[in-house]
């Protein structure tokens, strides 16, 4: 056997890099901008703190019934082995101290099965509080992107825009949810736990993040093909950035500075993208994709799909069904001369 105290360095090793592994699992699962377990605002610490409080006592009840079960195993066996003689159970001390035990622990599982109760509601009627005076945001779910609606009061400033949300920090902002075909799930893991948004129906949150930041969101609810493209990076800006960006928003779409971009502008507007396309200020109305009027300030394209490059854009314009199967846009065979206008006049909307 000479061969034995080789296979234990190795096992060893093994086990070792097993529980690196684990641990680097465990630490990168600690931090991050999709990561239920670092909460990014009140609602989610508030949640967190219920999760962590019911994770502690629950394992150190398993832990002590395995012990428990274990002991009883053991004392058991001894006893069977030691002791052959027949076991006559009669009422005595021992039998009635043992149902006193079983008493108390069956009620201790229900006192703290109600503290639990009680706990839990505490958290879900903190979530559904109202705010006094908060931004309203609509969140339309589409297959398979996202409308943003910015509300305000006066009708005429509302502000359309997709596939990203933009809020304040430190004040909660009232989220309506709704769906234009199937349910959709929207979730920020950082801010805030999932809610459907479901056709012909408005639900409703409030977010309410630290301090300003990039976090992601994803549709939580199976609802088609690309389902798993559907993201939306949620950005958290300081009020003053916050107030100038939607001010910024608000303005009509920037006129093409150079020839190529208003020659861009014609083909968006003549071409079939303005059909389904809109953009604030200029003769696109289309409702059936995402508002364009900012898709040059915006991080990412398709929902969350790619980052919002020059060659990304040109790839998505030309063939969108390779990238995202099933997605309503249509392929555009446009010439190579025109696909270059056309992306130098996207880039100018932001
Ligand atoms: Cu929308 Cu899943």
């Known amino acids: 056997m000479a061969r034995g105290p080789r296979c234990v360095e190795h096992a060893r090793r093994a086990s070792r890099r097993v529980a690196s592994g684990i641990l680097a699992v465990a630490v990168a699962g600690c931090a ?3 990561n239920v377990l670092d909460p990014a605002g009140p609602p989610n610490r508030s949640v967190n703190h219920l999760f962590w409080a019911m994770l502690i006592v629950s394992s150190i009840i398993w832990v002590a019934v395995v012990v428990a079960a274990l002991w009883a195993l053991i004392s058991r066996r001894r006893r069977t082995r030691e002791d052959l003689e027949p076991v006559v159970i009669v009422p005595n001390e021992r039998h009635r101290r043992e149902v006193g035990i079983v008493t108390g622990l069956v009620g201790a599982t229900v006192v703290i099965l109600l503290l639990f109760l009680v706990y839990d509601f ?6 559904a509080e109202r705010p006094s005076r908060t931004l309203t945001i609509e969140l339309i779910g589409h297959q398979w992107w996202w409308e943003v609606h910015y509300i305000d009061p006066d009708p005429s400033k509302l502000m359309v825009d997709a596939n990203e949300l933009h809020i304040p920090a430190g004040e ?4 309506k949810l709704s769906s234009q075909d199937v349910i959709h799930s929207f979730w920020v893991p950082n801010i805030i736990g999932k809610r459907d948004l479901i ?9 309410d993040a630290d301090k300003p930041g990039v976090y992601h969101a994803q549709c939580a609810e199976f609802c088609g093909l690309e389902h798993a493209k559907m993201a939306l990076p949620v950005i958290v800006h300081s009020r003053a950035d916050f107030t100038a960006w939607l001010a910024e928003a608000r303005s009509p779409a920037a006129e093409p500075s150079d020839s190529s971009a208003a020659e861009g502008k014609k083909i968006f507007l ?8 809109a953009v604030t200020g200029v003769e696109a109305y289309g409702t059936i994709g995402p508002n364009l009027t900012h898709i040059g ?12 490059t020059r060659g990304n854009l040109g790839g998505w314009i030309v063939d969108p069904q390779s990238i995202k199967p099933g997605a309503r846009m249509p392929s555009n065979q446009l010439a190579g001369k025109d696909l270059r206008n056309l992306i130098d006049y996207l880039e100018t909307l932001k």
């Open 297 to 308: 300030s915006r991080r990412t394209i398709a929902a969350g799909t790619l980052p919002n």
């Open 122 to 127: 505490t958290v879900g009627r903190a979530l």
């Open 270 to 277: 003549a071409g079939t993208c303005s059909s389904c396309h």
């Open 32 to 34: 991050g901008s999709q």
């Open 199 to 207: 056709p012909g129906y408005t639900s409703s949150l409030f977010l």
């Open 172 to 175: 909660p902002v009232q989220v």
